[in-house]
C-alpha cells in the first residue's frame, strides 16, 4: 500500500465538521467542535467504545446545549486495521493522532511471541507518550480490600519510554548475546553465565527529569499534598537511585520554595504558588518524599491516606498502577491516558479480554473515565463533571456490570444497559 492510499483511508473517516485543536504557549486551543481520535480496539473493545461514546456524547449535550460537540475521527489500529489495510498500526494513524493532539482508545490486543510487536508500545514510542498517567480514587459502590477505601485518592505518574521497557534485549544463545557476554568479561572483568539472555534497562536524567517535573507540577495544579517517588534505588543505585536524586535535585532547582523533604515537612507550612493559600496567604508544603518499590506495595495497603501523587520509573509504575487499581474497583474502572508534551491518547487500562468479546457483559467504567479525563484535558469540565458523577451514581446504586457484581454480591446488568443507566442518571441530575 502506498502512502497516498493509506492517506485516502484515513480521510474517508475523517468527519468534516469537526475542528482540528490548536496549541499555543504549552496549551490546547480548543474549537466547539473538535476533532478528536478514537481507536476502537480489539476483543471487548468496539462494546464500551459504543458506551463510552454514547456517555461522552450525552455529557457534552447535557452540559453545553448543542452549542459543543466532538467530532469523532476513526482511526486504525489493531485486528480491525489488519483486517481492512493490510497493517496493525498504519502509519496514518499516527500522523492523526498527531494532527488532532487529543485521542482515546480501546485495548489492543498484543499476541504472545511470534516476534509481534505491540501496537500499543509502538503507538507510546512513535507519538513520544512518556507519560502514563493513572488516577485511581474509591468512591462509594466500588469492592476494595481494604477497611478504609475512602482513603484511596492517589495519581501515578509512570514513565513509559525507558527502563526496561525499551526493549533493547538478546535472546540466550544470539550472537548479540555472546558478543555482549564477552564484552564485558573482556573489558569490565564482569562475568555473566554463558547461557544468559540479556537485557538493557537505561534510565536517562532528561526522560526522568521530564516525568517528575509533569508530576510535581500536577500536584502544584491540583493542591495536592504530596509527591512520593517510587523505586530500587538501594539495589540499581545508578538507574532506579539517580531517578530518585534527579528528582530531588530538579524540585530543588526549578521548584524552590513549593515542596519541602518529608524530613523537614512536619512544621513545615510554606508559601506556594500552586495551591489554594489560607487566610494569612499560606498554604501546607506539598511534600516530596520517596519509597523504595517493595515497601510502596505495602505502604499503599497499610496507609493509603499518606499516598497521593506517585512517580516512578517504567517497570515500577507498571506494577504499582494494577496494585493501587485493585484498591478501589480493579482495572475494570482505572482510567488513563499516555501524554507526550503536545498529544493525549486517553486509554482503558485493561486489556482487550477477549473471551468475553461480543456478549455485552464487559465493565465500560475505565473508558468511560478516562473520556471524563478527556474532557477535562479539552477544558470541558462540567461535561467531565456529568461523566463521573453519573458513574459514581449509577455504581453506588448498585447497578454494576458482572466483573463488580461477582464481588459485591449483587445482580449483573449488561454493557449497554449499564451505560444507558450512566446516561439517565446525568439528566437526572440535570434535573434535580
Ligand atoms: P485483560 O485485562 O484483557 O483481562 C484480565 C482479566 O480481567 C480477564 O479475566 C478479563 O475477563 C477481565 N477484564 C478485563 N477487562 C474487563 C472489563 N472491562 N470488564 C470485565 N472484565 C474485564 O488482560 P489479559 O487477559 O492479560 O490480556 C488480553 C489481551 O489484552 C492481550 O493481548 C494483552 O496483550 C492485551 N492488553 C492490552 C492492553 C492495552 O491495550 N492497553 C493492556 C493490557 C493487556
Redesign the pocket.
Known amino acids: 500500500m502506498t502512502d497516498r492510499t493509506a492517506e485516502r483511508v484515513g480521510e474517508a473517516g475523517r468527519p468534516e465538521w469537526g475542528e482540528p485543536i490548536g496549541f499555543r504557549d504549552g496549551g490546547l486551543v480548543v474549537p466547539d467542535h473538535p476533532l478528536v481520535g478514537f481507536i476502537e480496539?480489539?476483543?471487548?473493545g468496539p462494546e464500551?467504545w459504543r458506551a463510552a461514546k454514547d456517555v461522552t456524547d450525552a455529557a457534552v449535550a447535557v452540559a453545553y446545549g448543542g452549542r459543543r460537540a466532538i467530532a469523532w475521527w476513526e482511526l486504525a489500529a489493531g485486528e480491525k486495521a489488519y483486517r481492512q489495510h493490510g497493517e496493525y498500526l498504519p502509519a496514518w494513524t499516527a500522523d492523526a493522532l498527531r494532527e488532532c493532539r487529543v485521542g482515546i482508545?480501546g485495548?489492543?490486543?498484543?499476541?504472545?511471541g511470534g516476534g509481534f510487536r505491540?501496537v500499543?508500545v509502538t503507538l507510546r514510542q512513535t507519538l513520544d507518550l512518556y507519560a502514563c498517567v493513572r488516577p485511581v480514587r474509591w468512591f462509594r459502590g466500588l469492592p476494595s480490600p481494604l477497611r478504609d477505601p475512602e482513603k484511596v485518592d492517589m495519581v501515578i505518574f509512570r514513565e513509559n519510554t525507558e527502563d526496561v521497557y525499551a526493549g533493547i534485549e538478546w535472546a540466550m544463545g544470539s550472537p548479540e548475546a555472546r558478543k555482549l557476554i564477552d564484552y564485558l568479561a573482556g573489558e569490565f572483568g564482569v562475568t555473566v553465565r554463558a547461557d544468559s539472555g540479556i537485557g538493557l534497562k537505561p534510565i536517562s536524567r532528561a526522560g526522568s527529569e521530564r516525568i517528575i517535573r509533569r508530576a510535581l507540577r500536577f500536584a502544584l495544579e491540583n493542591g495536592r499534598r504530596s509527591v512520593t517517588m517510587m523505586h530500587k534505588g538501594n539495589i540499581q543505585k545508578h538507574t532506579e537511585g539517580a531517578f530518585r536524586q534527579w528528582g530531588y535535585d530538579l524540585a530543588e532547582r526549578e521548584f524552590t520554595e513549593r515542596f519541602v523533604r518529608e524530613a523537614a515537612a512536619d512544621a513545615a507550612t510554606v508559601v506556594s504558588a500552586g495551591a489554594a493559600a489560607d487566610a494569612a496567604g499560606t498554604v501546607p508544603a506539598v511534600i516530596l518524599k520517596d519509597r523504595i518499590a517493595d515497601n510502596m506495595f505495602q505502604q499503599v495497603l497499610l496507609r493509603p491516606a499518606d499516598y497521593d501523587v506517585i512517580v516512578a520509573p517504567n517497570l515500577n509504575g507498571d506494577y504499582i498502577s494494577d496494585a493501587v487499581a485493585a484498591l478501589a474497583g480493579g482495572?475494570?474502572v482505572a482510567a488513563g491516558v499516555n501524554l507526550s508534551d503536545e498529544v493525549a491518547v486517553f486509554?482503558?487500562?485493561?486489556?482487550?479480554?477477549?473471551?468475553?468479546a461480543g456478549s455485552d457483559?464487559?465493565?465500560?467504567t475505565?473508558l468511560i473515565l478516562s473520556a471524563a479525563m478527556l474532557l477535562d484535558h479539552l477544558g470541558w469540565g462540567q461535561a467531565a463533571r456529568l461523566v463521573s458523577a453519573g458513574v459514581e451514581a449509577t455504581v453506588a446504586k448498585g447497578v454494576v456490570?458482572?466483573?463488580l457484581a461477582r464481588q459485591l454480591g449483587v445482580p449483573a446488568v449488561g454493557t449497554r444497559a449499564y451505560s444507558e443507566a450512566v446516561v439517565s442518571s446525568m439528566h437526572t441530575s440535570e434535573r434535580d
Open positions: 480496539g480489539d476483543g471487548i464500551i482508545k485495548p489492543l490486543t498484543t499476541p504472545v505491540s500499543n482495572l475494570g486509554e482503558a487500562t485493561h486489556g482487550s479480554a477477549p473471551e468475553l457483559v464487559a465493565n465500560p475505565s456490570t458482572a466483573d
